[in-house]
């Protein structure tokens, strides 16, 4: 049984951070790309970033470019998504999403995916 689990959410004030983590088990982790999506309240589901299965290509939304780091794991099947500068507007859940495709264009819509976490609240106070 494939497990995406996200952690890491919380409550943080703007300007603060925080470093999301999604564990993977029952998958064999370095065989797909990884990717962040978030949905804040009454909006759609959002890319944030995604990884490649080295992790030697990572790609970021505009939304968050300068601010977010994504970086995986292979040996701890752990993809980690490090937000800085965070501001109200971040606050949504936070989903880890795993993608077998091998085109990057494909990464950036949330349908698809192969696995889905249940994500991780991120509440930015201002």
């Known amino acids: 049984q494939v497990q995406l689990i996200e952690s890491g959410g919380g409550l943080v004030q703007a300007g603060g951070s925080l470093r999301l983590s999604c564990a993977a088990s029952?998958?064999?982790?370095?065989?797909?790309?990884m990717v962040w999506f978030r949905q804040a309240p009454g909006k759609e589901r959002e890319f944030v970033a995604a990884?490649?299965?080295?992790?030697?290509?990572?790609y970021y939304a505009d939304s968050v470019k300068g601010r977010a780091t994504i970086s995986r794991d292979n040996a701890k099947d752990t993809v980690y998504l490090q937000m800085n500068s965070l501001k109200p507007e971040d606050t949504a859940v936070y989903y880890c999403?795993?993608?077998?495709?091998?085109?990057?264009?494909?990464?950036?819509?949330?349908?698809?995916?192969?696995?889905w976490g249940k994500g991780t609240l991120v509440t930015v106070s201002s």
């Open positions: 999403a795993a993608d077998r495709s091998y085109y990057s264009p494909r990464y950036f819509r949330s349908d698809g995916k192969d696995y």
């Open positions: 990884i490649s299965r080295s992790g030697g290509s990572t």
């Open positions: 029952g998958l064999t982790f370095s065989t797909y790309a």
